[in-house]
């Protein structure tokens, strides 16, 4: 796939997209969605143990942004990572390096650790690779052809919706989740106190599945922009950035 330009022929009306988008994020139970109507405003949240099955009641969404990676190398290092981390900086933590693709398809923890040390001289985090699973979902449904799906990464997300500077609270807490929260209602995404289903999810993925939808409108209204530019590619040339 080429740049989000080509894959946009028609210009939407400005300020209103085409089709209503949705934003993902991964929660303990799967998968939780926020969706923006064609106007960028809250249309309703939804959560499913498989993103396919996401993927599968949403089929009018124009995209797709998933807070996960999306896009692994044969060698290396991403350079979406170190771009999103200095983004966020000083709170690099809120990004984690993603090693090559081989050391996902590791049967364990173990393995994983040692195809990493071979391939980039260092080890994944037991964290990092806790994400084995979902990334492995997700990225099996792009690469099955669901080209709707981008990645983004929340924390980015939301230093861009504060004109370039990281919210300094953790989303765990009160303070972090109210800015938050405040940052996406200026944008007029708006998040109802009762989510149905959805909100039996804790607040913080609600939260980064939100702000995955703002950075999901922006992406179809090509007005995003994406880390690096141009993206690296995978072997089969799909792109490899971080969009926000």
């Given at each position: 796939?080429g740049?989000?330009?080509d894959?946009?022929?028609?210009p939407?009306a400005?300020?209103?997209?085409?089709?209503?988008?949705?934003?993902?994020d991964?929660?303990?139970?799967g998968?939780v969605?926020v969706?923006l109507?064609?106007?960028?405003?809250?249309?309703?949240?939804d959560?499913?143990?498989a993103?396919s099955?996401?993927?599968?009641r949403?089929?009018?969404?124009?995209?797709v942004?998933v807070?996960?990676?999306l896009?692994?190398?044969?060698?290396?290092w991403?350079?979406?990572?170190?771009?999103?981390?200095?983004?966020?900086a000083?709170?690099?933590?809120?990004?984690?390096?993603?090693p090559?693709r081989?050391?996902?398809e590791?049967?364990?923890?173990d393995e994983?650790k040692?195809?990493c040390?071979?391939?980039?001289g260092r080890?994944?985090s037991r964290?990092s690779?806790?994400?084995a699973?979902?990334?492995?979902?997700a990225n099996?449904?792009r690469?099955?052809g669901?080209?709707?799906?981008?990645?983004?990464h929340?924390?980015?997300?939301f230093?861009?919706?504060?004109e370039?500077?990281?919210v300094p609270?953790?989303?765990k807490?009160?303070?972090?989740?109210a800015?938050r929260r405040?940052?996406?209602?200026?944008?007029?995404?708006?998040?109802?106190?009762?989510l149905g289903?959805a909100?039996?999810?804790?607040?913080?993925?609600v939260?980064?599945?939100?702000?995955?939808?703002?950075?999901?409108r922006?992406?179809?209204?090509?007005?995003?922009?994406r880390?690096?530019?141009?993206p690296?590619?995978?072997?089969?040339g799909?792109?490899?950035?971080?969009?926000y």
């Amino acid at each position: 796939m080429g740049s989000h330009r080509d894959a946009f022929h028609t210009p939407p009306a400005p300020g209103r997209a085409e089709s209503p988008v949705v934003g993902v994020d991964a929660c303990r139970t799967g998968w939780v969605a926020v969706t923006l109507d064609e106007e960028g405003r809250f249309a309703g949240a939804d959560t499913a143990g498989a993103l396919s099955e996401l993927l599968g009641r949403v089929p009018d969404a124009a995209v797709v942004a998933v807070d996960m990676p999306l896009g692994l190398l044969a060698g290396g290092w991403r350079e979406a990572d170190l771009m999103a981390t200095a983004m966020v900086a000083p709170h690099g933590s809120r990004v984690f390096p993603v090693p090559p693709r081989e050391v996902w398809e590791a049967d364990g923890y173990d393995e994983a650790k040692l195809v990493c040390q071979r391939l980039t001289g260092r080890m994944p985090s037991r964290q990092s690779w806790g994400l084995a699973a979902k990334l492995r979902e997700a990225n099996a449904c792009r690469d099955g052809g669901d080209h709707r799906l981008y990645e983004v990464h929340p924390e980015v997300s939301f230093a861009a919706l504060g004109e370039g500077r990281p919210v300094p609270w953790s989303k765990k807490s009160w303070s972090g989740q109210a800015v938050r929260r405040r940052l996406l209602g200026d944008q007029g995404i708006v998040l109802p106190d009762d989510l149905g289903p959805a909100g039996r999810v804790p607040p913080d993925d609600v939260l980064d599945a939100a702000a995955a939808a703002w950075s999901a409108r922006r992406i179809a209204l090509r007005a995003a922009r994406r880390l690096p530019d141009p993206p690296q590619t995978t072997e089969a040339g799909l792109p490899v950035a971080i969009w926000y």
